[in-house]
Each structure stands twice: as C-alpha cells, then as structure tokens.
C-alpha cells in the first residue's frame, strides 16, 4: 500500500512539473532567433539574441526592457520594447510607441478562446481556440504545450511554457499571420546559461548573414503543394541522389527515403496533420531545412 502511495505520489510530481514551466518573462533567460530573409541572390540567414533586463514602471504597470544583440560576443545591446508577465500567466508585449498586445496565454486550457495580437508582426487582431494542451520533453525536461487554432486565417500556432514560439520568443502568433516570404525560427534557449532548447534542425544557436552564391538554396528547388495532404512533390535542379528527411517541431524523425531523380513525390499517408520540417541530404548541393505543413 505504501508503495503504491509512493508511485502515485511521485507521478503526480511528474505531470505537474511538466505543466509548470516557470515565469518566461526572466532575467535568466537568453533565446537566439534565426531571421530568414528574401533576397533576389539568395536566401539570407542572420541571427539575433534577446534578454530582459531592467524592471520600468508604464502606467501603473510592471514591465521590463527587452534587449536584442546581434553579434555572436553578446556584446553590443540595443533597447527593443518593453514586456510583461501578469498573474495569470499572460505575456503583453509593448513597442516603443506604447501600443500594447497579448502574444502569449499559458493559462488557458482545451476549448478555450483568446485574442492575441503582435505588433512587432501585424496590427491585426488574431482570434483563437485551443485545440489541446500536453507535455513535450525538450532536452532534459517536459514542458506544457499549448496547441491553438486561428479560425480566421485557419492555421495552427504552437506555445511552450516557460520557451515561448517555435519561430522565437518575440515572433509568436508568425505561423498565424502568415507570409509571403521571409520568416522566423527559434534556434536556442538558456536559462541561467544552461541550454533548455535547441532546435533539432540547426547545429548551432548563432549563424552570422549567409548569401553564398555556391551554395543552392529554397529557390532552387521546388515542393509544392504546400499545405500538402496525401504527397508532396520535390523538385531538383537536375537529377541529383538525395536523402529526405522529416522532423516533427520535438526533432523526432518521423520519415527518412533515399531518392535518385530529379523530380519525387514523398508519400505522407504516415504522417499526421502539423507543421514538420524537411531536410535534404545530398553530396551535391547543400538546403536549409524547408517548413512544411500537412493538413
């Protein structure tokens, strides 16, 4: 009897640490986002890190400064806009002008409905629904996913306790906005100098501005459709042997098949509805991994 106390006891412990990810609006804290731009050469990758710092009182509110640096030394700092955390787990993220939004709700539960806006993306109000709410273990620790849907633009949008956006912690609600070309992708995570979160898909939390006229990049290839359901097409350059990978946004491996041809169909039967990324390995050319979304 005692033991079975002992058990149940210890996995509630469990499930409730991966339900508490702790206050994200932290001075302990340091993310780096990799920023994608479009460029008619090429694909730009550059690479910015951001921290709050001082606490600032804005009418009658507690906030405090965000910082973004964009060197590797962690040297130079600029101011970026101020941030708040209140008592119900909301975070509001303001500019420098004082306009003010939600950009994340880690209190809500299944069925739930909120309005989120991010100003530093869009000034369009965004209306969602949560659609479930789990763990997800990251390097060492589980952590409260929060799963939503925009029923305007109907795409999907994914918080993590305590880490914030799969696209960075300033960039939530980006999947929901949509874009036409360019984007964002949380590369690290720290908490008091120890790595909580790395993205599975890049080797390192830093990449300095990348134009390599050497190197092919997304628009060299072509996959489409995108949304996909059933398949999804691949297109080469020229008829090149290359391996293609899928990663759920865990970095779990959920599809790997070696093709030799120009032009492939990769069948998604097994794979459920969400946002993924797809790596390709070749001797050859060398890609960024690529969003792709199945619905």
């Known amino acids: 009897m005692k033991y079975f106390i002992l058990v149940?006891?210890?996995?509630?412990?469990?499930?409730?640490?991966?339900?508490?990810?702790?206050?994200?609006?932290?001075?302990?804290?340091?993310?780096?986002t990799l920023d994608i731009h479009c460029l008619p050469q090429g694909t730009s990758y550059t690479s910015y890190f951001i921290r709050f710092t001082e606490d600032t009182l804005i009418e009658g509110l507690n906030y405090k400064k965000i910082e973004r640096c964009n060197d590797d030394l962690l040297v130079s700092w600029d101011e970026y806009g101020f941030?708040?955390?209140?008592?119900?787990?909301?975070?509001?993220?303001?500019?420098?002008?004082?306009?003010?939004g939600l950009i994340y709700n880690f209190g809500v539960d299944i069925g739930d409905s909120l309005q989120a806006k991010n100003i530093?993306?869009?000034?369009?109000?965004?209306?969602?629904?949560?659609?479930?709410?789990?763990?997800?273990?990251?390097?060492?620790?589980?952590?409260k996913r929060i799963i939503l849907y925009e029923y305007l633009n109907q795409k999907e949008e994914v918080w993590i306790e305590g880490v914030g956006s799969y696209f960075g912690i300033l960039n939530s609600c980006n999947n929901a906005y949509g874009s036409a070309c360019g984007s964002f992708e949380a590369l690290c995570f720290e908490n008091n100098g120890t790595l909580i979160y790395q993205n599975p898909a890049y080797s390192e939390c830093y990449y300095s501005a990348t134009v390599d006229s050497g190197i092919s990049f997304e628009q060299d290839i072509k996959i489409y459709p995108n949304p996909a359901q059933h398949y999804v097409t691949v297109?080469?350059?020229?008829?090149?042997?290359?391996?293609?990978?899928?990663?759920?946004?865990?970095?779990?491996?959920?599809?790997?098949?070696?093709?030799?041809?120009?032009?492939?169909?990769?069948?998604?039967?097994?794979?459920?509805?969400?946002?993924?990324?797809?790596?390709?390995?070749?001797?050859?050319?060398?890609?960024?991994?690529?969003?792709?979304?199945?619905?």
Request: aromatic letters at 14%; proline letters at 3%; glycine letters at 4%.
């Open 83 to 100: 941030i708040r955390e209140d008592s119900e787990n909301r975070v509001f993220l303001r500019n420098p002008v004082d306009e003010e």
């Open 120 to 143: 530093y993306l869009n000034n369009d109000l965004l209306y969602f629904v949560v659609v479930n709410v789990d763990s997800v273990l990251l390097l060492n620790d589980y952590k």
């Open 8 to 32: 149940c006891f210890s996995l509630l412990n469990l499930l409730a640490g991966a339900q508490s990810g702790g206050m994200i609006v932290d001075n302990a804290n340091l993310w780096s």
């Open 235 to 295: 297109e080469f350059p020229i008829e090149v042997s290359s391996e293609i990978e899928i990663f759920n946004l865990e970095g779990k491996k959920i599809f790997k098949k070696m093709y030799f041809d120009k032009k492939v169909n990769v069948i998604l039967h097994d794979v459920d509805k969400g946002i993924y990324m797809m790596k390709f390995n070749s001797l050859i050319f060398s890609y960024p991994p690529y969003k792709l979304i199945v619905d």
